[in-house]
Structures are given as C-alpha cells and as structure tokens.
C-alpha cells in the first residue's frame, strides 16, 4: 500500500501547509494514489467508530511485518508484468486485500455479542411434563395454562392463569409460569416482574429454572449486569444450567 504513514497524517491533520497542499494535488491527479487512500480511509473510519484504532495499528504492523518489508518496497525499482502494469501496484491490491480482511477478522473476535444476541443464542422453552401435581382445581388450571404454553399458545396460558382463584401457596408457581408465557410473546418487562417474584422462593423446586429465566430476561432487555448476578448465582448453585451460565458469562466478560 502507498505510504500509509502519510495517509494516516493526512487524517489526524499532522501534515504542514505545503504537505497538505502536494497530498491534495496529487490525490486529484494519481488515480491509484486515490484508490489506495479510498481504502485505508475506509479503514480508518471503521476502526474510529469502534474505539479499536491503536489495536489494529498493530495487526496492520504484524500483517505488515509478514508479507513485506519496508526496504524492498523503497529500493527495488519498479517492474512490470506482461500486461505492462507496474508490479509495485499489483502488490499494493494485494496488501490493501489482506489489509481489508484482517480488518473483518479483527472485528469479529473483538467486537462482544449484546445482551439481546445472547438473549437469542440461549433461550428456548422450557420442556417438562408437568408444574405440579395434586387434585384441587387451581392446580388443574395451573397444569392446564402450563400445556397451553407447551403447545406454544402463551396467550390462551395467560387467560387461563388470568381466571384462577390464586392462593398465597401457589404465588410462585403462577408467578414463573406466568414469566414463561411473557418471555414467549416477547413481553420482556412483564416476564422481568413475574419471574422475579418466582425466584424469592429458594426453597421452591422451579427456582432455578425461575433464575434462569430471569437472567435471560434481563439479557432480552441488554441488562448484563442483573443477568450476571443471577447467571452466577446460578453457577455457585451448581443447578443444570451452570454450564450455560458460564458461557454466557464468559462471552459478557470477555
């Protein structure tokens, strides 16, 4: 590539009066002088955006380093292939290429998934035969809200929820079932609230399950700070989904 240290002086206003005015000159009368600048330019401005500039000056260097070296550039003179086109430029593509995808690689490892693409990654409904047993009607409508949310009808599980006589004892169950059914039609600050009071009870069978839940939840919402107090609770707990937890945890963290 054509002298990349003075395309980056260019850019951060570090040229003098009379190299500014050759730098603007011959970018209006060299063609692949403009080319390459088009594209570490671009460069440059994709990197600025993402606070990585001083970073991937370093895999430049490296990737530099590796296919060519400074003197050769400078002191070989300049030959040319059959097409009678200048080897020097035949190089430069290939550099500005190379530069080009060790950008879109640098990105990708450096750039951390949000909450919501986790959210994504991780979530799917929760798969189990029942809630709960016994043989009073408000559980049966528990137990029958819970098969409408398997069938994936999370709307017919809220109305049935919606017309249960609620005992103090069943709170949680409701409460995490209810969550469940949010999270499925994509009611985010609703599945939040329910799924927070399903996890006050630490004794209950489904709190893990309640905390997992929640976790994804506040991830839906690109909270990673709650999700990861609950995510490690979860861990310290060492309930299923501690693997799960880990991961995620490693991705916000990393």
Not at 71 to 88: A, M, S
Not at 163 to 168: F, R, S
Request: charged fraction near 20%; hydrophobic fraction near 40%.
């Amino acid at each position: 590539m054509e002298n990349p240290g003075l395309f980056e002086k260019y850019l951060d206003g570090s040229l003098n009066e009379k190299e500014y005015s050759d730098f603007l000159k011959r970018l209006n009368t060299d063609a692949e002088f403009k080319e390459q600048f088009s594209v570490y330019e671009a460069m440059h401005i994709m990197i600025a955006q993402h606070g990585k500039r001083q970073a991937f000056k370093s895999v430049m260097q490296s990737v530099a380093k590796d296919y060519f070296s400074e003197n050769e550039i400078i002191e070989k003179p300049v030959t040319h292939n059959k097409k009678g086109i200048p080897l020097i430029f035949k190089i430069a593509a290939s550099i500005a290429l190379l530069f080009a995808l060790s950008l879109s690689a640098y990105m990708l490892s450096t750039i951390n998934p949000s909450g919501r693409d986790l959210y994504a990654e991780y979530y799917s409904p929760l798969k189990v035969d029942f809630i709960t047993r016994s043989g009073s009607d408000s559980i049966f409508g528990i137990n029958k809200a819970f098969a409408s949310y398997q069938l994936g009808d999370s709307k017919a599980c809220l109305k049935t929820l919606s017309e249960l006589e609620i005992h103090d004892s069943l709170l949680v169950q409701i409460a995490f079932l209810r969550g469940l059914a949010y999270l499925e039609i994509q009611d985010f600050t609703n599945a939040e609230l329910s799924l927070t009071l399903a996890s006050s009870d630490t004794s209950n069978i489904i709190y893990n399950d309640a905390l997992w839940y929640l976790s994804l939840a506040y991830l839906s919402n690109n909270d990673t700070a709650n999700a990861s107090y609950y995510l490690y609770e979860l861990i310290a707990s060492q309930s299923s989904y501690s693997l799960k937890a880990s991961e995620i945890l490693e991705k916000i963290e990393d």
